[in-house]
């Protein structure tokens, strides 16, 4: 049975993002390559992606590394860069840096749980300064041209500052919330507490992007209807399942998603081997982001985790994906 489409998602006057799923930042990643792929193979189900965060000192960060960050233009989505600093200053003039690269919105990260970034007090540390973060994104929308969002943890410790936070994020002058439903303490344990979502979208009029533990389609859906959120933004579902939006999008019409297995696996780490290396990765991170890329398929089921093992002890990217045609090898079966 089909269900109703969720509406798009405005930020600011111009961006809208449809449908309103984020391909969410993820450091280690979500680099261009990765992003390029998931746009890809999910035409028309994304409306929004981002950059990993790219860290900001007491000086706007590089031009080049923004550049870098967002890699080729896309036109299917929307986007964005993320910043994660604590001095407002310096992040605000990189959000006019980052415009001028090309974002089309802006992402402030307030949820990184690294001991490296806490203890620099940015990330997730901001959620025990409410006012710096409302200062900090009060100063990038006031210099930044394109819509700015927030990306925030439920809490450090406890939830009890949800409503503040988020209203502090919609008075300071954002474009959306984006919360993940998860504390700094919880790590990436699952699940989420969904009750967390549901709260920021009844204190706040600018739309609330719901993450945390919407991994599969069903979830995507489930979020949606179960929290009020007005978009929904996937991690680790997309790592593991990198068609995981068009499967939303097949559930949404009543459709089945097309059956995949280890054939379409195989194909797309090639591919992916393919992309990085055209995108200037050298083979080591090219291999290394393949053996990510494949573990997290064998958790999603795409593979045989025990098949997947001794490739992952190989230490050349031919050998890897040859070891992996091997184990994997296309049959009159095969789902295709
Ligand atoms: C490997 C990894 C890297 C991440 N890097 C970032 C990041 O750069 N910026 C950010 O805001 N969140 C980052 N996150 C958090 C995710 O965006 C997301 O909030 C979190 O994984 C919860 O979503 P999930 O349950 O769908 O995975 C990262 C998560 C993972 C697993």
Known sequence: ???????????????????????APMEGVTDPSFRGMVLDENP??????????VRVTDHPA??????????????????????MGNHPEAVAASAVRAAEAGAAFLDLNFGCPAPRVFQHCAGSALLADPPLLESMVRATVEACPVPVTAKIRS??????????IARRVEQAGASALAIHARLKTDRYTDPSRWQRISRAVAAVHIPVIGNGSAHKPQDIQAMFQETGCAGVMVARGALQNPWVFSDWSALIRGESPPERGAPEAVDWLARYRTRMEAGGATPRQALGRLKQ????LAEAGFLDAEKVSP??????????????????????????
């Open 62 to 83: 590089p031009a080049r590394f923004l550049v870098e960050a967002l890699g080729p233009a896309r036109s299917d989505a929307a986007v964005g860069l993320q910043l």
């Open 155 to 164: 809490g450090i410790e406890d939830d009890a500052g949800i409503e503040d």
């Open 44 to 53: 028309g189900a994304v409306g929004a992606a981002c950059t990993e965060f």
């Open 293 to 296: 890329s494949a573990k997290a």
């Open 311 to 336: 490739a992952l002890r190989l230490k050349e990217t031919d050998s890897f994906l040859d070891c992996l045609d091997s184990c994997f090898p296309v049959t009159a079966d095969s789902p295709r």
């Open 1 to 23: 049975m089909a269900l109703p489409f969720p509406p798009a998602v405005r930020l600011g006057d111009s961006l809208e993002v449809d449908p309103p799923l984020w391909l």
